[in-house]
C-alpha cells in the first residue's frame, strides 16, 4: 500500500487547464483515468487527508504508485480523449459498464455486391447496416420471415451463395419466392441492391410511405381486374403490418430517441436503455457496473453515454437522447456527442407526457435488473471469494491468489506441440489476457520440457519488464515468450490469433504482461510442477507460488511436497482449480488444432517467396487447380493480375521442385478424391470426410494430448 503523499506532484507542476490524468500501480499498469477542467484542482482533491476521502478513492490512490497528465486545449477533447484511454488501458478503477448479454443486431451487409440481412453480434463492421438491438435473435427472425415476403433480400451464407452459383439451383427461399434469387442471375446487383435499400428503410421506421404505396398498387391492380397480383399485395401489405405490430407505438412516428435511465445504490449501478425509432421501440439493451469510486447520478449517465456512442457516428447516435440527470458541465457532453451524429443532438430530461411516461418504464427495467443482478452476484460473491480462501489454506499461501495463471501442453503424438496461458483474477476469467505460445526449443514429445520453457519464457519478459519499466524484449529476440503462426519473431498472440501490432512506448496497457500472478497452476503432476518450479528458481524468482492439478484423482501437488493435497470433492476451491485447468486445456487443444489443420491445409504455393494470400488466392481462381498450375507456363502465369515475370519464374521453379502430393483418400469408401490433388499434401480422408496424415490412426482425438 502506497502512501500518496510518496507520489504527490510538487506545487506549481501541475497545469490549472483542461486536460485527462492517469493514475499507474507499482507495476506501471494504469488503475484509473479521468479528465477535469482544471487538471490542478481536480488532482488536488486526491492528495487530501485519507480519513476524508470516499473508501473507494481512498483504496485507489493507495494502490497507485505514481500519477501522470496530458493537457488538452477544450473539455470536447478531454471527453474523448478519456474514452479512449478506458477502451484501451481497461483501469480496473474505472466505472466500465458490462453489457448483461451480447444482444443480437438484424444487420444488411451493404458492403457485399449483393447484400444479407442476417443476425450478427459482436463489433460493428465497416459498410454494415444495423438495427436493434433485440432481446432475443428468433424476435429478428420472425420479423426477418415477415419481411422477406414483401422483400425478397439474400439471407444466405457465402458458402451457400456460392454453391447455388456453381450448380445454378436456388437455395429453398429462391422457389418459395422469399428470395429473389440473385446467385443464379433472376435479379442484377443494381436492382438487388435497390430492393436492399427499400428493407433498410422499412426498418428505418419509413414505413407509413412505403405502405400507401402498396396499398395504391393493391387499388389499381383490383380496379384493372387483376385480383391474383391484388391478392398477393394485400398479402404483402399484411405480413408488414404484422411485422410493424411486433414493435408497440410508444411516440409519434418521426422521433427517433434513445432513452437513458440509471438505479444505482451505494455499491453499483444498472443502465438501461430503450432505443426508438420512428415512434416504436426497435431495441433495449442493458448495463451493469460496480461503483468503485464516488460517483454521482449525472456522472453515470456520462459514462453510460461515452459507452454507449463512443464508436458511433450518424444516425447510430439519435436526434434526441433522454437522461435521468445532464451530465456536469451539459455543453461538452452535448458538442461531442453532435459532433459523432454529424448534426445537432438534444441531451435532455422528459418534463411531461409520453416521453416521460415512457421514461418511468425504462427506470423500473432498471430496476429490475439492478436487483436481478444483486441476487445472482450475492451468491457468486460469496462461491469465489471461499473458492479462494480454500486454496489459500490448502496451499498455506499468506493471502487469496486474486490473480491465478494456469499453462497447459498439447500435442498430436509430438507433432505441433504448443501452449496455453488463461488468466482468472478474483475468480474470473479474464480472456482478454489469455496467451498461447509454440514450443520452438526442441522437436518431439516432452510435456515436461515444454512446460520448463514456457514457465522460462513467460517470467523471463516479466523480469525485463520490471527491469526496463515500459520496454519490451527487441522484436525477433529468441528468448520472447509470445509466439504464434502469425507472429514471427516472438510477438505476443491474443486468444483470436490476431498478432499485438508491435511493442509501444506506452505502458499500462493490459496485453503486456509485467503483472504477475500470485499463484502459478500447471495441468500435470510432480514432474510438470517440478519443471515450473525449476524455471522460477532459475530465474530468481521465489514470491509466486506453483501448483499442479493432475487429471487422474485430481490430487493438488506443490513443488517440496512428496504427497499430494487431496481437496474435499466438495470443495469450491478445488472446483476453481478444475475451471481453470480446463480452461486451459480448451485454450490450448484449440490452438493445437488450428495449426495442425493450417498444416494439412498447406500446399506448395505456400513455399513461394514473396506470395501472399491474396496473390495465392487470384492464382488459384485463375487457373481452378494447383494442378493446372504446375502445367502452365511462364506467361501464362504471367496473365494473373499481379503476377509480373520474376515471381512467375519463382512459382513456376517452386512448383517443378515440388513432388506432386498423393491424392486425397476416403477410409470409409476407398474412393481416390483426384479434385484434392495439391490441396490437402500427403493427406487421406476418415469417414467423416475431414482429412488426416496419411498413416495417422483412425481415432486421433484419443492420441491428443
Not at 55 to 70: D, F, G, L, N
Not at 316 to 322: G, K, M, Q, T
Request: aromatic share 6%; proline share 6%.
Amino acid at each position: 500500500m502506497a502512501d500518496p503523499s510518496s507520489y504527490r506532484p510538487k506545487p506549481g507542476q501541475i497545469p490549472d487547464s483542461p486536460g485527462v490524468y492517469r493514475f499507474r500501480d507499482e507495476h506501471r499498469r494504469v488503475i484509473y483515468v479521468g479528465k477535469a477542467k482544471s487538471l490542478r484542482q481536480r488532482l488536488a482533491n486526491y492528495f487530501q487527508d485519507l480519513a476524508s476521502l470516499h473508501p473507494r478513492t481512498r483504496t485507489m490512490v493507495t494502490t497507485a504508485a505514481s500519477v501522470e497528465w496530458t493537457v488538452v486545449s477544450t473539455e470536447v477533447e478531454a471527453l474523448q480523449l478519456e474514452y479512449s484511454w478506458i477502451k484501451e488501458y481497461d483501469p480496473r478503477f474505472n466505472v466500465k459498464y458490462r453489457d448483461d448479454k451480447s444482444y443480437p443486431y438484424l444487420a444488411v451487409t451493404m458492403n457485399e455486391e449483393f447484400p444479407r440481412v442476417q443476425v450478427m453480434r459482436g463489433h460493428k463492421k465497416k459498410g454494415v447496416r444495423y438495427f436493434g438491438p433485440y432481446g432475443h435473435a428468433w424476435a429478428i427472425r420472425d420479423t426477418v420471415d415477415l419481411l422477406l415476403r414483401v422483400f425478397p433480400v439474400r439471407t444466405c451464407s457465402a458458402g451457400v451463395f456460392k454453391n447455388a452459383t456453381r450448380t445454378g439451383r436456388p437455395c429453398l427461399l429462391g422457389y418459395i419466392g422469399k428470395c429473389s434469387a440473385p446467385c443464379v442471375g433472376r435479379i442484377d446487383p443494381e436492382d438487388h441492391r435497390e430492393l436492399a435499400d427499400e428493407f433498410c428503410d422499412f426498418m428505418a421506421g419509413r414505413t407509413g410511405t412505403y405502405l400507401r404505396r402498396l396499398e395504391n398498387r393493391m387499388t389499381e391492380a383490383a380496379e384493372e381486374m387483376e385480383y391474383e397480383r391484388a391478392a398477393r399485395l394485400r398479402d404483402d401489405i399484411g405480413a408488414l403490418k404484422k411485422a410493424m405490430e411486433k414493435n408497440a407505438v410508444v411516440l409519434a412516428d418521426a422521433t427517433d430517441a434513445d432513452l437513458v435511465a440509471v438505479a444505482e445504490d451505494e455499491l453499483e449501478a444498472a443502465v438501461q436503455i430503450f432505443h426508438v425509432r420512428g415512434g416504436r421501440v426497435r431495441g433495449q439493451r442493458g448495463w451493469v457496473t460496480d461503483k468503485v469510486e464516488e460517483i454521482t447520478t449525472a456522472a453515470l449517465v456520462e459514462h453510460a453515454l461515452q459507452q454507449l456512442y463512443g464508436e458511433e457516428t450518424g444516425d447510430a447516435v439519435p436526434r434526441e437522447v433522454l437522461v435521468p440527470a445532464l451530465p456536469d458541465p451539459l455543453e461538452p457532453v452535448q458538442e461531442w456527442l453532435t459532433g459523432r451524429r454529424g448534426s445537432n443532438v438534444s441531451l435532455r430530461i422528459p418534463q411531461r407526457g409520453d416521453k416521460k411516461a415512457l421514461m418511468e418504464t425504462v427506470a423500473r427495467n432498471a430496476q429490475q435488473a439492478l436487483a436481478l443482478h444483486k441476487t445472482k452476484r450475492a451468491s457468486d460473491l460469496t462461491t469465489r471469494s471461499r473458492a479462494l480462501e480454500e486454496i489459500a489454506d490448502a496451499l498455506d499461501l499468506d493471502s487469496a491468489p486474486l490473480r491465478i495463471e494456469c499453462y497447459d501442453i498439447s500435442h498430436l503424438q509430438g507433432d505441433d506441440v504448443v501452449a496455453s496461458m488463461v488468466v482468472f483474477e478474483d475468480g474470473l476469467q479474464r480472456k482478454n489476457e489469455y496467451r498461447r505460445f509454440q514450443i520452438k526449443g526442441f522437436a518431439g514429445q516432452d510435456d515436461v520440457r515444454s512446460m520448463h520453457e514456457v514457465i522460462t519464457r513467460r517470467f523471463r519478459r516479466y523480469l525485463a519488464e520490471k527491469e526496463k519499466t515500459g520496454e519490451w524484449a527487441e522484436e525477433g529476440d529468441a528468448e520472447s515468450p509470445f509466439t504464434g503462426a502469425d507472429a514471427p519473431g516472438g510477438a505476443d498472440v491474443h486468444p483470436d490469433g490476431a498478432p499485438v501490432n508491435g511493442f509501444k512506448d506506452e505502458d499500462g496497457r493490459p496485453k503486456k504482461f509485467a503483472y504477475p500472478p500470485q499463484l502459478v497452476v500447471v495441468d500435470g503432476g510432480r514432474p510438470q510442477v517440478a519443471a515450473a518450479k525449476r524455471a522460477l528458481d532459475e530465474l530468481g524468482i521465489d514470491d509466486i507460488a506453483v501448483c499442479g492439478l493432475a487429471k487422474r484423482l485430481e490430487e493438488v501437488w506443490l513443488p517440496e511436497d512428496e504427497d499430494p493435497v487431496v481437496l474435499p470433492r466438495t470443495s469450491e476451491g478445488l472446483y476453481l482449480l478444475q475451471r481453470v485447468r480446463d480452461e486451459a486445456h480448451r485454450f490450448a487443444i484449440t490452438y493445437q488444432r488450428t495449426r495442425r489443420a493450417k498444416r494439412f491445409r498447406a500446399g506448395p504455393l505456400d513455399d513461394v517467396p514473396g506470395l501472399g494470400e491474396t496473390r495465392k488466392q487470384a492464382l488459384l481462381k485463375h487457373f481452378g487447380s494447383v494442378k493446372k498450375l504446375r502445367s502452365a507456363t511462364i506467361e501464362q502465369i504471367q496473365e494473373v493480375p499481379g503476377i509480373g515475370r520474376k515471381t512467375a519464374e519463382t512459382i513456376a521453379a517452386a512448383l517443378a521442385q515440388a513432388a506432386p502430393a498423393a491424392p486425397a483418400v476416403n477410409t470409409a469408401t476407398g474412393e481416390i478424391m483426384d479434385d484434392r490433388e495439391d490441396e490437402a499434401p500427403e493427406t487421406t480422408a476418415d469417414a467423416s470426410g475431414e482429412p488426416v496424415p496419411a498413416g495417422a490412426p483412425d481415432d486421433r482425438r484419443g492420441q491428443e494430448r
